[in-house]
């Protein structure tokens, strides 16, 4: 397969999935700003959505502060900002256009109508709730579609597991970051304080990840911290947990690799840190410190993305 | 102007036998049925994505060519007469080319004057000598062809270089199945969807010498911005090759190479859709980044076939046109088949002042134009225009030629105040591999959708129809 075909591919997947998890975190983050105020406590969970998708930076050099309006435009609509939901559908579309051949047709029309329909939509932005959460529910649906229809109508080649691998990177990202963010109220077990604010946040970073349900049907629990970083961390049976992605990536590597009839350093870098992952516990992660683990994750994770690139794109 | 040739309807009420089964349909058919397909296949394209680029339109980057859901009915008598003229003329073209970049022997003879083939921008030396894979010239060549009454098709162009619209072909062919099964199902309409195949084995059949048994063939876009995107992408997928751009492509010891997931990839044949001047830019256009540094060399070496080849250019230059049915005689020794329009070389004194003269009455087109742009359609135009074509014509009258306005024959065709009578062309695909020339029954029929108009370019607001060729 061509390497820009490959790229294309694995870009496209990876603009889908962030367009989708925007969407949910947008959603989320509606729902805890809904609350009354001694739910929520003074935090700004705008604030924290920006952070969760990486552009807290640009959003400030254009305003002085983060509300629902501003910060709803600029991750939904905004041209100006590369990861806007706008721009992710709009690359997205552009890296359909130029690998319609690597596509099957249920993908392409997912895409292409999903753009011609948003094309409304960002001209006119949502004025009310209700338009709001029907544009999200859209971008998810849309999402779900794709993967879909990757999942029944792809040949399992080549083509597939670098789609698939875009996936799982930035799936695996989304969900770091959004730990690396939230991870101050996933406190260590001894230090935990419980209390209805607690308790919205934690709720919030499942919604963001589409974990809720799963959470209580793993853990017969009410919602805890350790608990909730263990399933999103470890929990391999999550699909968007990190171990998750990873046994996904180490396999989509590995395919390629037998097809190819060699294998290189992403295929070690990526059996590497799935390692780490198995053979971590939560208590070690605690010790370690979340934040420091995360960190060290995020950037594993964006060096892999880099050494597929050199071995495959390019 | 001549009252246009009606493909339905002969003068005094009676139809054409090909259109029985149509008028029959639509008289059946209530006028509201008719606009709910027509909308439902504006949908599909618009779905499906079939969508081309104008330039210099900035408001939209992508639009709909529209698309009529009449069909244009061709008997198979008429098809048969088409097929052989057409089969005809491509040999011609072919060996055409292959004297002027070799013996000459047309110049000698003069037939063809000296200057217009060495003073032609699109006339390429560095053709001079070059041995091309199996002396195929022109592999696609889209014949522009209009009917001016029940006997005669007259050639309008030429396309010898890189023709589109045959996608168009394909896809009004599967819309119309899906939106009028029953209309199929009351004719026998000869099918087209066999041109991939026969595009792939005529691609493959001119391979070079140094391919090895299963040549690798690939098309070369210029990307997603070029008007014709959306065609090369249809036409990769339907040949199941690579679409490659200049920037997928590598030439290494002079062999072309693709980049792929496991490394570098021999290519063999490249079906280009890059223009001459942007494929390398050692030998063209230095500030061409569309193209591959090197693949004239890989060329010159015999390492690839490029389709259609470089410098086809010369034949389909709108004045050397003039001389095709001297070309047809010249090389088979045949009378022309199909005829060619009454042309004025401006570059002729006496012609230039027979055009200048008359104008209103011309349509004069430039000698390297294409899609319509720089045309005067001299009845249509205001005094305005005309008078400022006259200078255009004066200061640079080697750029031009002049054609009497045809009386395009009409097919009936949907329009707001229902079915109506509008003018149409046709673009047949003639396929030239190393043994055959082949054709697919039909082509692309464009229609001018404006009443009256003559103007069928897509850029130019025209539309295309469905070509039936009816197997008797």
Sequence with gaps: ?314 | MAVAFDEMNIPGGDLRPAYQELARWLKETPPEALEYRRQEAELLFRRIGITFAVYGDSDSTERLIPFDVIPRIMSGKEWTLLEKGLKQRVRALNMFLRDIYHGRDILRAEIVPDDLIFQNPVFRPEMNGQQVPHDVYVHIAGIDIVRVDAEDFIVLEDNARTPSGVSYMLENREIMMRLFPDLFARHKVAPVERYPDELLAALRSVAPLSASSEPTVALLTPGVYNSAYYEHSFLADKLGIELVEGRDLIVKNNEVFMRTTEGLKRVDVIYRRVDDDFLDPLTFRPDSVLGVPGLMSAYAAGNITLANAVGTGIADDKAIYSYMPDIVKFYLGEEPILKNVPTWRCREPKDLAYVLDNLSELVVKEVHGSGGYGMLIGPAATKATIEAFREKLKREPEGFIAQPTLALSTCPTCTASGLAPRHVDLRPFVLTGSKRTTIVPGGLTRVALKEGSLVVNSSQGGGTKDTWILDE
């Design chain 1, 1 to 314: 397969m061509l390497s820009r075909t490959a790229e294309n591919l694995y870009w496209l997947a990876r603009y889908v999935e962030r367009a989708e998890y925007l969407a949910r975190t947008i959603d989320a983050t509606l729902r805890v700003t809904a609350l009354p105020a001694a739910y929520i406590g003074k935090t700004n969970e705008w604030d924290s959505a920006l952070l969760t998708a990486g552009v807290a930076g640009s959003f400030y050099q254009q305003y002085e502060e983060a509300n629902e309006n501003n910060v709803v435009d600029y991750l939904s609509f905004s041209a100006n900002n590369p990861s806007s939901i706008r721009n992710c559908i709009e690359a997205a579309r552009l890296n359909s256009r130029s690998v319609r051949t690597a596509l099957t047709s249920e993908m392409w029309d997912t895409i292409n109508s999903a753009w011609i329909e948003l094309q409304a939509v960002w001209s006119k932005g949502t004025s009310t709730r209700e338009d709001l959460a029907k544009f999200l529910r859209f971008v998810q649906e849309t999402s779900l579609r794709f993967d879909g229809s990757a999942y029944r109508t792809m040949l399992r080649n080549d083509a597939y597991w670098f789609s698939r691998m875009g996936v799982h990177l930035e799936r695996a990202d989304n969900t770091a970051r959004i730990l690396d963010v939230k991870y101050h109220v996933l406190l260590p077990e001894e230090e935990h304080v419980g209390g209805p604010l607690d308790f919205y946040q934690w709720s919030s970073i499942l919604r963001s990840v589409s974990a809720l349900t799963a959470y209580h049907w793993v853990y017969r629990e009410t919602l805890k911290p350790w608990l909730i970083a263990d399933l999103l961390i470890l929990n391999d049976t999550l699909p968007r947990s990190l171990a998750s992605c990873y046994g996904n990536l180490v396999r989509n590597l590995d395919q390629i690799g037998v097809a190819y009839g060699r294998q290189g350093p992403a295929q070690r870098h990526a059996r590497g840190i799935r390692n780490r992952l198995e053979h971590s516990n939560m208590n070690d992660i605690f010790q370690h410190g979340v934040h420091e683990f995360i960190q060290e994750f995020i950037a594993d994770n964006s060096r892999l993305g880099e050494i597929i690139t050199k071995q495959y794109l390019i």
